[in-house]
């Protein structure tokens, strides 16, 4: 397929406004200033010629493996081959679904889980989804569920206790192949889910591994407790807290700042599902991937043929172009929680999952960015530090043979290449 070139220009949007949340009022993305244009994509037959050569150079033998987009903080699309074409994105797909979190929760926002007491006196433990909630956590619970270690409330006789978690059928998206449900990086997606769900491989019951292990907690403090689960929690950001409960015990997930580098420098699929179903309010991975695909275009990204499965990337029917996740890196470096949103990535050289990678190169130390692997598909984006700027890179390939060596040849082009020379 022959390359496009293409420029970026200033382009109206709409933005919708967000559904009503308990929390206080959330910053929505502003327009940008009038110099900072909008990453809408217009056809402009305008780019970095030589970067452009290079990378048909680079690319020719494999192109159509391969989709690459290079953009400035101009908003020009200095070079792109096979960039408007949608290809699976395996762990780039976190790019989305971390701005979009970032975006409509704030990088102070916590995940909690919570212990109430109601006028009935039955307890019932609620959460978010807290990706570190641990065996301590457990334990402290269960101490405030027999009024021990200054808990508020009290109990005698049995405790009765109501556990609140979402429907079996929605621990999995229904896509992601059974094979990768037993391993810790597809571990199933509940509200509360003692050490990710993880332990070694994947817990396929964590309702039953939480009711067994706070049954046993209970009963070594001389206690015994009764467990039912409650019906699932519908459309609810925050656990609700009514006027005859008791919060008994509440345990907080790291700010929000902290899970965004949980879910991009480590590539944490538990944690960037959770984020998702945050943001859009929505537990059902369906309801809450239409939300992020609305948000993608109210932000004037180009979006064809965009296709949001999951959070994680772990889903196959995920589609997503390198034009636009290189126009989202470039729109939420115009974000007022830019620094959040770039300090959560990998970095060459450093940390994450690029901290093997580029050591000794001109690239070390600047490029932040985000991998993706799954079978057949590798993917790397994220921002360039360069003499002349940053640029916002996208590459993701589908079926290429040693995409690593390419990923490396392009990065070193981008940087040697920048600012772009009259000729090469």
């Not at 620094?339 to 690029?354: E, H, K, P």
Request: glycine share 8%; net charge positive; aromatic share 6%.
């Amino acid at each position: 397929m022959k390359a496009a070139l293409l420029f970026l220009t200033l382009a109206a949007t709409t933005t919708a406004s967000m559904p009503a949340r308990a929390e206080p009022a959330l910053l929505t993305l502003p327009a940008p200033p009038s110099d900072q244009p909008l990453p809408d994509l217009q056809q402009r037959g305008r780019s970095c010629v030589p970067m452009q050569h290079a990378l048909n150079r680079l690319l020719a033998p494999v192109a159509r493996a391969w989709s690459v987009s290079v953009v400035n903080s101009n908003g020009d699309l200095l070079g792109d081959v096979n960039g408007a074409m949608a290809r699976i994105p395996a762990s780039n797909q976190k790019l989305i679904s971390t701005a979009f979190a970032l975006d409509q929760l704030g990088p102070d926002f916590r995940l909690r889980t919570q212990l109430v007491q109601r006028a009935d006196g039955t307890l019932e433990l609620k959460g978010q989804g807290d990706p570190d909630l641990g065996i301590a956590g457990l334990q402290r619970f269960a101490m405030a569920a027999m009024g021990q270690g200054g808990a508020r409330g009290t109990t005698t006789g049995p405790v009765n206790l109501m556990v609140r978690e979402e429907p079996r059928q929605n621990w999995w998206p229904n896509d992601w192949h059974p094979a990768d449900r037993a391993y810790a990086y597809g571990a199933p997606i509940t509200r509360l889910a003692l050490t990710s769900n993880a332990l070694g491989g994947a817990v396929s019951d964590p309702y039953r591994r939480l009711e067994t292990l706070f049954k046993k907690e209970v009963k070594r403090r001389g206690g015994n407790v009764q467990v039912q689960q409650a019906r699932p929690i519908r459309n609810t950001d925050q656990p609700q807290q009514s006027d005859d409960q008791i919060v008994l015990h509440e345990e907080t997930s790291a700010p929000m700042h902290a899970l965004l580098s949980l879910a991009n420098t480590e590539s944490h699929n538990f944690t960037a599902e959770v984020l998702l179903r945050q943001a859009a309010d929505q537990w059902d991975v369906r309801a809450a991937s239409a939300a992020a695909h609305r948000w993608m275009q109210q932000q004037g990204i180009p979006v064809q043929g965009l296709r949001v499965a999951d959070g994680s990337g772990l889903s196959r029917n995920n589609r997503v172009s390198s034009q636009t996740i290189a126009a989202l890196l470039m729109r939420m470096n115009q974000h007022p929680y830019a620094s959040y949103y770039q300090a959560s990535m990998a970095i060459a050289g450093q940390r994450g999952t690029l901290r093997n990678y580029f050591i000794g190169t001109p690239i070390q130390g600047k490029f932040w960015g985000k991998t993706g692997t799954i079978s057949g598909v590798r993917s790397i984006s994220g921002i360039l530090q360069t003499a002349d700027g940053p640029r916002y890179v996208s590459m993701i390939s589908n079926g290429a043979s040693r995409p690593n060596a390419t990923i490396g040849r392009i990065l070193r082009t981008v940087y040697s290449l920048s600012p772009c020379p009259s000729s090469i």
